[in-house]
């Protein structure tokens, strides 16, 4: 089990079962060192969920948790990708934040600090990565926050 | 003549010419063998086209013609970076997907099809890339859809 | 002085103090010779300025007065991570500019100029880059533009 498996585990945190898009895009392809995740929807049970809006019908805490479980799925993946060593990661190297939300919402880094936090408490300094944290007008099925990142192996 | 070309050519498409943005950037970048593009507009005969909006007055097949035509746009300047020959490409890495949408859109996924089909279609394996897409609320010239991308040479 | 700080100068130009973000994230990360900045806010005097949306209460000149101060802080981290060298850039690589503005807003690229201009007027040739300018629906603290940026070193 990889050392960054076993920080999941005493989290009390399970990866998720991950399957393909339904669709012409990969959830990862690898250039190089560096790998490249697509743009990763909160999904539980093989479902979008989380769906709504920061600054409507969310609050910054339902956003962080919709972050931190986009993290999840984006480790699932990643898992794929490294053969399932997570400890290959060398480097998060950037995260994009897309949060769904109101006009006048101004809180985007909270809620991009539940996937910056989570990256942080598995990886070590390993996870502190770049990141940007924007405001969309909308998301697939409505969900709330949308993350893509890539990493260096 | 490329195999891509060739593709292209028997689905009855055509390369559209293209020139250098009016402004102190330029369509694409190399950095070691990834070449990055620009965000690229559909632009038809040298003009920004489908302009409108996914949710309001422009259906999904509309979106997905709209992101096409976005390929077609970076194809023509990623063949000049290429010096005329699209087979030097090894990879489609990543693209990314902006649909100028209303807050209550949902199908973003389904419009950026139009990109990602395009791409496996003439590309084959080599052309499944990771991709995010995610709903704007506006894009240059109103247009509907705008797509960057990154290939690995 | 690098060559790009006695150009800033001859401009009038003075980096910004930058900090370290209050977080989980890093202004930076390198991954082999390509720096990653993370999506960087309009900073002066150590807090976000230019509070406002295009299209709504910004003109495009202050729109392109923001993209101009998102640069130099992007550039006063990149030289914190170039160990105080800016003249070790070989390509500005990529700049993604997300616009604060309002839905029927169509003049994104006008206001990504403000970041293009300069980095060509610093960097010359070198400063020719891949870019987005997109509209986005908010961004953090309510500031008019945000930044992010790929250099290689």
Known sequence: MS????????KGLVLPTVSMPAANYVPYTVSGNQVFLSGTLPIVDGKPSFIGKLGDNFTIEQGQETARCCVLNILAHLKNALNGDLDRVKRV?????????????????KVANGASDLMVELFGDVGRHARFA??????????????DATFEI
């Open 3 to 10: 050392r960054i498996e076993q920080q999941l585990s005493a």
């Open 134 to 147: 924007v405001g969309v007008s909308g998301l697939p099925f409505g969900v709330a926050v949308e993350v």
């Open 93 to 109: 190297v950037r995260l994009g934040v897309f949060v769904n939300a109101t006009p006048d919402f101004t809180d985007h880094p």
